[in-house]
């Protein structure tokens, strides 16, 4: 039953991509379905790359209203869709799919999620002193070429990334991949984009200085402490003693990327602390409000995230766009995000 007592018809969600069983959307989801009073009905359908188009006909034939896409979908789905939201066709890549008088419409929520989280994150450490544009002057890596890549790039990039250096095994694939990130971002020319494998490769020569990144954004499939090692050791870069870094998996997916911070000395950041701090930033950022309290110097050293707090934030930017509601209809995001974390805080 809806909010003002009117019953309405189950809304049905499915969830498409490969290795899913571990994914916490149908929880994020239900939190949601309830808070606004609708009886929601989930479906996991898990899809290999060449079965999209199968996914997609048991979507329909389920009824489904909307459809969260994750790897490796999220490109292909993007070409399937009639009509493309201005943030999918930039990225080409959808994560969010829906269908309206018999049209697929794609979406991509990932960019919201992806700049949202770091933008907390580079909040809670040393790094930047604009909340608008914390990356300025910096260096960026991100480790990945599809769609989650793209969305972590250009998240670097609004938030003022001087220089981004995309990191990849396939030579092609990644060097296509800079050229299109420096042609589609607003500030792609301005800013300095390239490609540097990340390949386990005999080296033929001796390796170059590494380049200190300031900020390192993990959006490939989960990596082991050692192989995240190589990759930066191959493309002759490091992340700076008071850098951050964000994989854009959460949970165990993230176990490589957590270990690795560990090991560097890097302070974890929980997702609702995380939370909190974006609540300061944007009473900083709001003129009609009062001058808040001076925020506690952050930590010395730098910090890391999974992507919870992402996966959270582009769900109920997506499930907002399924349902039609305006930004003023009340979603909390605190609430789904406790509905994301909920297993990983109670796990011994």
């Not at 003002?4 to 499915?14: E, I, N, Y």
């Not at 919201?112 to 608008?132: D, I, K, Y």
């Not at 950041?269 to 939370?275: C, D, F, I, T």
């Not at 009340?330 to 406790?338: E, K, N």
């Amino acid at each position: 039953m809806a909010a003002s007592g009117v019953v309405s018809p189950p809304l049905t969600l499915v969830l498409l991509g490969e290795h899913i069983a571990h994914s916490r959307s149908p929880a994020l989801h239900a939190a949601l379905a309830q808070e606004r009073g609708l009886d929601l009905r989930y479906h996991l359908l898990p899809s290999p790359p060449e079965g999209l188009d199968d996914a997609l006909a048991a979507a329909r034939a389920l009824g489904a209203r909307g459809a969260s896409v994750t790897s490796p979908h999220k490109r292909l789905a993007a070409d399937r869709c009639a009509r493309l939201t201005p943030q999918a066709a930039a990225l080409g890549a959808a994560n969010a799919l829906r269908w309206r008088d018999g049209a697929l419409e794609g979406h991509n929520t990932d960019l919201e999620g992806a700049r949202l989280t770091l933008r907390a994150l580079l909040g809670a450490s040393q790094l930047g002193a604009s909340p608008s544009a914390p990356l300025a002057g910096r260096a960026v890596g991100v480790l990945g070429a599809a769609g989650a890549a793209a969305a972590a790039c250009f998240a670097a990039l609004d938030l003022g990334a001087a220089r981004l250096v995309a990191l990849s095994r396939r030579e092609g694939e990644g060097r296509a991949f800079a050229r299109w990130l420096a042609a589609a971002h607003p500030r792609g020319a301005e800013a300095r984009v390239e490609w540097r494998s990340a390949a386990t490769l005999p080296l033929t020569h001796p390796p170059a200085a590494p380049l200190a990144l300031h900020a390192l954004l993990v959006a490939c499939p989960p990596l082991p402490a050692e192989a995240l090692d190589e990759a930066l050791r191959r493309a002759a870069l490091r992340l700076a003693p008071d850098g951050v870094l964000f994989d854009l998996s959460y949970g165990a997916r993230a176990a490589g990327s957590a270990a690795w911070a560990a090991r560097a000395g890097l302070a974890p950041r929980h997702p609702l602390g995380l939370l909190d701090e974006l609540d300061a930033l944007d009473a900083l950022d709001a003129l009609d409000a009062p001058a808040p309290p001076p925020p506690p110097p952050p930590p010395a050293g730098g910090v890391f995230c999974d992507g919870a707090l992402m996966l959270a934030a582009q769900g109920v930017a997506a499930f907002r766009w399924w349902c039609d509601l305006p930004p003023s209809a009340p979603l909390s995001l605190r609430g789904a995000l406790r509905a994301v974390i909920a297993p990983l805080d109670s796990s011994p």
